[in-house]
């Protein structure tokens, strides 16, 4: 399939689980939702303590789209910590918070770029190597769409001819009627941040020649997805691409959440019922 065969008033859902090779526990509950549910795609971290875990996971399923999660906060990078000390601290980790990482990675944006840079290009490579082609690439935290790294995994996705790139927009409308009470105000500052900067990453997406679903669903109910929130996107998304991204995981009480509503066996029944097609990124992007 490519962006000229998709079918004229047809809309089609990209459901993504994020964080795949974080842990075992995650690779168990991404292959749970795959094989039993309605997850096409997953998005990999390069350098997860379960990395090679899941590459044999994903060979073992050839219709789950993968993706590569990049990831500079928050985790273990693939490069060695002497070659980017100014992205890592003491432990050879990456900035826990996203938003201290993206402070000063706008501050010191002149001496990290170059190792932001090297790292996002490691991050692929270490994909390459294992033998996966990317259908998508977005960030662990959406740290991706932070100014200065944007265009970074833009260009590196082009050159390895990667076709789509998580933008998160939900209409505002779905952040008052979808969000997770217990994050307060959080939605309505991450809708109006991502918002911004959606403006501007649109634009250089479309110059590095990648696309992007619209409206892509999960910020408002970040660790609370829940099957009646699956059913509400269904009745209220009418974008052509559309993708709802999630953390299933069977170790945690808000992942095992997460998978229930993957795997509920009415959410299918609903797609069908609304007319949408359910899709992989790689699907979308004619790669076999």
């Known amino acids: 399939m490519t962006e000229r065969t998709l079918e004229k008033g ?5 459901t993504v689980a994020d964080d795949l090779g974080c842990s075992s526990s995650v690779n168990q509950a991404v292959a749970r939702a795959h094989d039993s549910g ?7 971290m390069a350098g997860g303590d379960a990395f090679e875990e899941a590459v044999l996971m994903t060979r073992a399923r050839s219709r789950l789209s993968v993706g590569l999660h990049v990831t500079l906060c928050d985790a273990r990078p693939v490069l060695a910590p002497s070659s980017i000390p100014g992205l890592v601290g003491p432990d050879g ?10 402070v000063r990675y706008w501050r010191q944006r002149r001496e990290l770029l170059p190792q932001i840079e090297a790292e996002v290009r490691a991050q692929f490579d270490r994909l390459d190597e294992a033998g996966i ?16 790294i944007f265009e970074v995994v833009c260009r590196e ?19 008052f ?5 217990s994050r307060r105000v959080m939605p309505y500052m991450e809708w109006a941040v991502f918002g911004m900067l959606g403006i501007y990453n649109t634009r250089m997406a479309r110059k590095y020649g990648l696309r992007t679903a619209c409206p892509v669903y999960g910020l408002s109910f970040t660790g609370s997805l829940d099957r009646r929130r699956i059913l509400d996107v269904l009745e209220r998304s009418n974008g052509t691409v559309n993708e709802i991204f999630s953390h299933p995981d069977t170790a945690t ?6 998978l229930e509503a993957l795997t509920y066996a009415e959410v299918r029944q609903r797609l069908t019922s609304h007319g949408f097609a359910l899709v992989g990124y790689r699907e979308l992007s004619g790669k076999s």
């Open 253 to 258: 009480g808000s992942g095992r959440q997460e």
């Open 157 to 175: 996705a082009s050159q390895r001819r990667v076709e789509w790139i998580r933008i998160p927009r939900e209409p505002l409308s779905a952040v």
């Open 133 to 148: 082609r990317p259908s998508h690439v977005d960030g662990h935290h959406h740290l991706h769409m932070h100014p200065v």
């Open 38 to 44: 309605i997850l096409t795609s997953a998005s990999l």
């Open 93 to 102: 980790r990456m900035e826990q918070s996203p938003a201290w990482a993206g």
């Open 177 to 181: 009627g979808l969000r997770s009470p």
């Open 10 to 14: 047809r809309r089609y859902l990209v």
